[in-house]
């Protein structure tokens, strides 16, 4: 079974300023997809980020962008440029590439980031 | 509809009673999934539909939750016999496929007192 790690349960970052989220995870597979999702007070959850396993490339969108290790199983997300509204949970999540019953996301505990003015 | 739809917002209920949370998905996506939010567990998968059908019920915690779906749109999950530790939030959401990025409703608060 795989497992997702989010070691801090808080940070906090200065607006203007970057931040990095860390997340590790645990899998025998070699191939899957890992997500950074961002749930606000508003509870929805929204995708943030996307990384394909067999793509060497680190993802980017616009002003977030990961830093995929794969041989270390790491896969964390910075934030350049934060912005109040960045304020919110962040979640790390995996999903298996693989068709059928193994399609659910397994999500880490989650860090809840704060954005000082 | 524009996004993945959940109702009610809210719920509050007494112990032992039935309850029922509702998913309206988005239009045209085949593959839909409820999970659970707790304090204590984090984000919990709890059962797969693709189509009519649920492939993976696994995170079911017990026979007091079901779910069922249907003409591939709609999903309902029942709690019977409510307990306290079944208060979280239920999260739904739907994706084109089970090989695509799923999108998630906002969720019911269910509070059992």
């Known amino acids: 079974a795989q497992t997702v790690t989010q070691s801090q349960p808080e940070m906090s970052v200065q607006e203007a300023e970057t931040v990095t989220l860390s997340c590790t995870y645990d899998?025998?597979?070699?191939?899957?997809?890992l997500f950074w999702y961002k749930q606000p007070p508003s509870r929805q959850m929204i995708l943030v980020i996307r990384q394909e396993a067999y793509k060497q490339q680190n993802a980017t969108e616009n002003r977030f962008s990961v830093n995929f290790q794969k041989a270390a199983k790491s896969f964390s997300l910075k934030i350049s440029d934060s912005q109040l509204g960045d304020a919110a949970m962040y979640f790390c999540a995996y999903r298996s590439l693989y068709t059928g019953a193994n399609s659910k996301l397994t999500f880490g505990k989650g860090i809840t980031l704060s954005v000082r003015p | 509809g524009a996004g993945v739809s959940q109702s009610p917002s809210n719920k509050v209920t007494e112990k032992g009673k039935d309850v029922e949370l509702r998913c309206d998905p988005i239009s045209g996506h085949t593959a839909l999934y409820w999970y659970r939010q707790s304090l204590g567990q984090g984000l919990e998968f709890l059962i797969y539909f693709q189509g009519n059908s649920a492939p993976d019920k696994s995170g079911l915690p017990s026979d007091r939750f079901s779910a069922e779906r249907t003409g591939g749109s709609v999903s309902t999950l029942t709690i019977q016999r409510t307990q306290q530790e079944d208060s979280a939030v239920y999260l739904c959401a739907s994706s084109l496929s089970n090989q695509n990025i799923q999108y998630f409703g906002a969720g019911t608060r269910l509070s059992v007192l």
């Open positions: 899998t025998s597979e070699s191939d899957y997809y």
